[in-house]
């Protein structure tokens, strides 16, 4: 049978018990003033164990929450009977460590009554590392979530910057882009105290900004409101902040920004690395979304080539087909007859290159930004629009495949040009603009006006539509129309330019 230990012994295996236990443990007494703190108060809140002593507990307390907690100290002390219980079950209890940081925490009770006196104790622990894990999986929960739902990809943005805002209880949140080849950052989305430079462009040249991007994990900041940013940022009165990378090695580079109002307390390597996996999660959740809508496209662009395959292969060689029967008879005919065979067949041409620019702006791509057709019409819009100028545009080939963007970026500006001659000079009733994509990219303006003036005019426009197709290996050749008008005509090789 095994000896009983002395009451010494066993008073010192106590006492090294709370002196050792990772757990702090407090013993007050009836009116909430600290008799005893082991060593871990000092890991958990900051304070030494003597600092506590003779002082009232609601010091580890945030000041919104010590009138409460005064409330049910007294209620646990006057009850009875008496019995030990966890502190604030279903509730969310939080502390406060010297440097104003505020801890979740868990507590359980005991107390113990001796001569008429109650005193307590406290077992605290620490769960900030348990809660964050919490956070994380429900922020990441509400990404998927919506992801499932469909919701835009910018909606989508705006979770993630709110779940990161929220996870490390931050006062604002921002996601940005390198855009402009790494002059600018673009903001993607931004939430809280930060929803001002939502859609902004920020100057992304300071070398602090640089040094951020190019970091493979999370960068702690104590002071945006001191560092070396954009002033848009550094206006937004932020103190500490945690910038992570966001995305994959195969998307533009990207960067999810969190911080607190100046004055609050700064994060720690735990908030860095809770923020880390987030945005692991969400660069994630995101490429899953590109592939989803890039599937969608592909889909969209499979029922396109459909539609154009049968357009080309059926209705355009139906409609040849009674073009060549009728014209095939026209020499049968002769007077209005004839007249009305012939205007028929040309009706029936001019329907064929209807629907072979319909054929092209279907094999075009679904997404992305506006291409060089969409430009063309802008500028062809532009001059049309309260004006007597009747302008026809057409395309030939795959125009916003196949023409670099460096050179489509031309496109308007000769298309713009022509157009200003031929409103200016020609007193033209109509005007016709083909840009055709073969081996060449050729634009033709072909207008009904009253042809090439005898003296040239004192601009340089047609000059510099020159130089421009030179620059380019190409050339511009300008000539009267028969019956009248003049025929532009603005041709470089489809490999010029930068893709």
């Known amino acids: 049978m095994a000896e009983t230990p002395a009451v010494g012994s066993f008073t010192d295996t106590l006492a090294n018990l709370a002196l050792s236990s990772p757990d702090a443990i407090l013993v007050v007494d009836a009116a909430g003033s600290v008799l005893f703190a082991s060593p871990a108060v000092e890991t958990i809140f900051g304070y030494a164990p003597e600092e506590l002593v003779g002082h009232n507990y609601d010091i580890l307390l945030p000041d919104d929450r010590r009138a409460v907690h005064a409330d049910h100290h007294r209620g646990f002390v006057t009850s009875r009977p008496l019995q030990g219980r966890p502190m604030g079950v279903g509730l969310d209890l939080i502390g406060r ?7 979740p925490i868990e507590v359980a009770l005991v107390p113990i009554e001796s001569d008429g006196d109650v005193i307590v104790g406290a077992f605290i622990r620490d769960i900030t590392a348990r809660r964050r894990t919490l956070d994380q999986l429900s922020a990441i929960n509400t990404l998927m979530a919506h992801l499932l739902e469909g919701s835009p990809l910018s909606e989508t943005l705006d979770v993630v910057s709110v779940g990161a805002s929220n996870l490390l209880t931050g006062a604002g949140s921002w996601i940005v882009r390198v855009a402009d080849g790494g002059q600018e950052l673009e903001v993607l989305a931004a939430c809280g105290a930060a929803s001002s430079l939502a859609g902004r462009r920020l100057d992304a040249r300071q070398p602090e900004v640089q040094h951020m991007l190019a ?35 195969d998307q533009p580079r990207a960067a999810l920004a969190v ?13 860095a690395e809770s923020l880390g996996r987030f945005a692991d999660a969400a660069g994630v959740a995101l490429g899953l979304r590109r592939a989803r809508d890039q599937l969608e496209e592909m889909a969209s662009v499979v029922e396109h080539e459909r539609i154009a395959r049968d357009l080309h292969d059926t209705v355009i060689q139906r409609i040849f087909g009674t073009a060549m029967q009728l014209e095939s008879v026209v020499h049968l005919a002769e007077g209005p007859v004839g007249d009305r065979i012939n205007q ?3 009706d029936l041409d001019e329907i064929i290159r209807d629907i072979r620019t319909t054929i092209f702006n279907l094999q075009r791509p679904v997404s992305g930004s506006s291409g060089l057709r969409d430009s063309v019409r802008e500028v062809t819009d532009e001059y049309s629009s309260g004006s007597d100028l009747a302008i026809r545009v057409g395309f030939e080939g795959a125009v916003d495949t196949l023409v670099a963007h460096d050179l489509a970026t031309q496109v308007p500006i000769v298309v713009r040009e022509a157009l200003s001659n031929v409103v200016r000079h020609a007193h033209a009733r109509s005007v016709e603009i083909v840009v055709a994509a073969g081996e060449d990219l050729t634009v033709t303006v072909a207008d009904d006006g009253v042809g090439i003036p005898a003296e040239p005019s004192g601009g340089h426009g047609l000059a510099n539509l020159a130089a421009r197709a030179e620059e380019q290996g190409g050339e511009l050749d300008v000539r009267w129309r028969r019956p009248t008008g003049t025929l532009l005509r603005w041709r470089v090789p489809l490999g010029a330019g930068a893709g």
């Open 97 to 103: 460590s010297r440097s104003g940081r505020r801890i």
């Open 344 to 346: 028929a067949v040309e």
């Open 215 to 249: 970091a493979e994990g999370p960068e702690l900041v104590d002071d945006l409101s001191a560092a070396e940013l954009p002033a848009e940022v550094r206006s937004l009165a932020m103190g500490p902040a945690v910038v992570v990378p966001l995305g994959t090695a």
């Open 259 to 271: 911080a607190r109002r100046t004055g609050e307390p700064a994060y720690g390597s735990g908030d």
